[in-house]
């Protein structure tokens, strides 16, 4: 028992320390660059599926 409230508490330590910091506009450019690299593997596949 002691074991499962010692992994929440490192669970909402790392997620506090992460969210105080700001995202920076580069790591955003970066993600929506993967998100729009993702959609258009996601289409061909479905598309090709389809075809």
């Not at 490192?10 to 997620?15: A, L, P, R």
Request: aromatic fraction near 8%; include cysteine; charged fraction near 20%.
């Amino acid at each position: 028992m002691s074991d499962d409230t010692s992994d929440d508490a490192n669970c909402s330590q790392s997620t506090s320390s992460r969210s105080g910091k700001p995202i920076s506009l580069r790591t955003l450019r970066r993600a929506t660059r993967w998100e729009t690299f993702a959609l258009l593997v996601v289409l061909l596949i479905l598309a090709f599926a389809f075809a």
